[in-house]
């Protein structure tokens, strides 16, 4: 069993063992109604537990928007029912150069401390036989941001998917954002950000990756 400090050193340093979002075996056995629920009642007790009076019209309604918006809204990226479906076309116009999608808005949560992730990201493919609708791409990362999460893992889950869909390797995201659990507590800086990046296929030769940081800096 792990003591508090092996924990909390082990969660700072972003060690997992899977790419994959941790979740246990019956994680959707429940409906989002009867999670909802749940959560609602839990949070009233942290609530209480920090002194707050339940009774004022202000905080009465807090721990069922507090549950519905992290079930609805905030995490809806953990259920793979909301995974968006990205239809790909054939690539009918022979088009084989760098196609990027720039500046997608990531608005996501920190797994430690469950607070906002706020940033964007950069991706970009080099088409083979598949194409895919922009708009899907935006789908996809606002999919895989809706969840708790840490920016290592976030990077590589949008990677493999597009990898996959577009049967290509030839696939590399970047994810620039701002964690609050930095910049409101801890540390407390206010100005740092952080950069993640990850590509595979033609986009680990130096002058293709270039190529590409060179448009989204531009």
């Known amino acids: 069993m792990k003591?508090?400090?092996?924990?909390?050193?082990?969660?700072?340093?972003?060690?997992s063992t899977?790419?994959?979002?941790?979740?246990r075996a019956d994680a959707?056995?429940?409906s989002d109604d009867e999670k909802i629920k749940s959560i609602q009642h839990h949070f009233k007790m942290i609530m209480h537990e920090m002194g707050l009076d339940l009774t004022d019209d202000s905080l009465s309604g807090t721990p069922y928007r507090v549950a519905k918006m992290y079930v609805k809204e905030l995490f809806f990226g953990l259920n793979p029912v909301n995974n968006p479906k990205l239809s790909t076309f054939e690539n009918i116009y022979g088009y084989k150069k760098m196609l990027v999608e720039q500046n997608i808005t990531i608005d996501s949560a920190c797994e430690h401390h469950f607070l906002p992730i706020i940033g964007?990201?950069?991706?970009?493919?080099?088409?083979?036989?598949?194409v895919i609708g922009l708009s899907k791409i935006n789908r996809l990362v606002n999919y895989y941001a809706r969840r708790p999460q840490v920016q290592e893992r976030l990077v590589l889950q949008i990677l493999n998917d597009l990898q996959h869909t577009l049967d290509t390797k030839d696939v590399i995201v970047s994810v620039t954002a701002k964690h609050l659990c930095v910049?409101?507590?801890?540390?407390?800086?206010?100005?740092s950000f952080t950069t993640t990046l990850e590509y595979g296929g033609c986009f680990s030769e130096t002058a293709?990756?270039?190529?590409?940081?060179?448009?989204?800096?531009q």
């Open 18 to 23: 899977s790419i994959k979002t941790p979740l």
């Open 28 to 30: 959707f056995e429940k």
């Open 3 to 15: 003591d508090k400090e092996q924990i909390m050193t082990i969660g700072d340093n972003h060690f």
């Open 120 to 130: 964007h990201a950069n991706v970009a493919y080099i088409p083979k036989e598949k």
């Open 208 to 217: 293709t990756r270039n190529e590409f940081l060179k448009i989204i800096t």
């Open 183 to 191: 910049s409101s507590r801890g540390i407390k800086d206010q100005s």
